[in-house]
């Protein structure tokens, strides 16, 4: 249950008042030695209203004290039970570590202690909503319990476009635990999907946990968040590949860790198809596949052609991958459409080396990356990125209070 202190200044405040007048005056003060009553205790529950019904699942119950010095609250079922819950970590609201059920009944109390030891109760009930017709999903797009390259950033994705004015409430409920601490921020990356990436890329070894305590918060119109959800993972070595096209030879380096694993020739996008200067990350790998833009009515050139080791870092269509007819042209000169073109033996080596959310860095082609097009949150500076925020950023300098638990 928890319990928030109030220190009061109220008393102390007054008394060097008092102390400033009298040194000021000619006049004798009066003391007729009468003791003051401290103030008493008073407790308030903005949210929900007493007897409130239609009340969402997910609502977050935000409670007030006055002249307290201790306040504790408590949110019992219909026969009394206490329901597991906390602060949120801007200390807003208390928020339920579950969602309330649909069409139940519930008894929220907060507790005001004052210096006088009285103890003044408000007390509330209310009914939630019952289950509604409409729901988002929202679902993490990382799989639980896995590592993640040092460039991924966590995405939220829900099943329907959020509309702007109930993007705070949704994302002030997806609360994120970093061990060791990092600062990061949200970022509407879309109208329904969310990312949240630190101000550098992950260290390795990095805990994540992201608790979305988004059930049965409003969605915009007669729509609600279904349920809530969780993300457990953890940032794996740093494995970065970088490419500047102005150098000769035209090498990928690879490292891992800060150390130089290797030099790879590779052919970029030709001058008519250029490649995306940018930070981007591998967004999927799939050992063989096969490029045909035959059907794509946008295709600036059609063909098909069966590919290897394929490791997409844009939407629009670059990989890196395995390019055996342009050999005698990386490290060279740019013959690509737009790919990373290296030989077998070397697409195969870095197949085996990356993951998904790997970094990959590239300069001084010609041709800036889309913002959008692929995992593009690096190609902001931390500053910018954060203006996606749906709640002002404000630099926290140290570890915030942690996430809350039931």
């Not at 903005?46 to 949110?75: C, R, W, Y």
């Not at 457990?232 to 970065?240: D, K, V």
């Not at 045909?292 to 490791?311: G, W």
């Amino acid at each position: 249950m928890p319990t928030r202190r109030h220190t009061l200044t109220a008393l102390g405040l007054a008394g060097a008042g008092l102390a400033g007048v009298a040194a000021c005056s000619n006049k004798p003060s009066f003391n007729d030695g009468a003791k003051k009553a401290p103030p008493k205790a008073s407790a308030i529950i903005s949210t929900p209203e007493a007897d409130a019904t239609n009340v969402p699942a997910g609502v977050e119950i935000v409670f007030s004290s006055k002249e307290a010095l201790d306040t504790k609250f408590e949110l019992t079922d219909a026969k009394g039970a206490p329901v597991a819950g906390a602060m949120h970590p801007d200390g807003a609201g208390w928020i339920s570590a579950k969602m309330l059920t649909y069409g139940a009944s519930y008894t929220a109390t907060v507790s005001a202690t004052g210096d006088d030891n009285k103890t003044a109760v408000t007390t509330h009930k209310f009914t939630v909503m019952g289950k509604p017709t409409n729901e988002v999903r929202l679902t993490s797009f990382l799989p639980d319990n896995k590592e993640i390259g040092t460039g991924m950033p966590l995405i939220f994705q829900a099943n329907r476009d959020i509309p702007k004015d109930a993007r705070a409430g949704i994302q002030r409920r997806l609360l994120v635990k970093i061990e060791p601490y990092v600062e990061g921020v949200w970022t509407w990356y879309t109208p329904r999907e969310l990312h949240w990436r630190p101000k550098e890329f992950w260290a390795p070894g990095t805990k994540i946990f992201v608790d979305a305590r988004v059930g049965g918060v409003p969605c915009g119109g007669d729509f609600f968040a279904a349920r809530n959800v969780t993300l457990t993972c953890t940032a794996a070595r740093q494995l970065i590949m970088t490419i500047d096209d102005a150098a000769s030879p035209k090498v990928m380096i690879v490292t891992k860790d800060g150390q130089e694993l290797k030099r790879i020739p590779v052919s970029l996008g030709k001058d008519t198809w250029q490649s995306s200067s940018g930070v981007t990350v591998i967004i999927e790998k799939k050992e063989k596949t096969v490029f045909d833009t035959r059907n794509d009515p946008n295709a600036r050139e059609k063909y098909v052609v069966d590919i290897d080791y394929a490791q997409r870092i844009t939407w629009k269509g670059e990989h890196i991958h395995s390019a055996p007819w342009s050999v005698q042209h990386q490290g060279v000169r740019n013959v690509s459409h737009g790919c990373v073109n290296m030989s077998p033996e070397n697409a195969k080596w870095l197949f085996e080396q990356t993951m998904v959310g790997d970094p990959v860095i590239t300069t001084n082609t010609g041709q800036q990356l889309e913002y959008g097009d692929g995992w593009t949150d690096w190609s902001r500076s931390f500053e910018e990125y954060a203006k996606g925020s749906a709640i002002p950023y404000v630099p926290s300098g140290s570890a915030p209070t942690p996430t809350p638990t039931p």
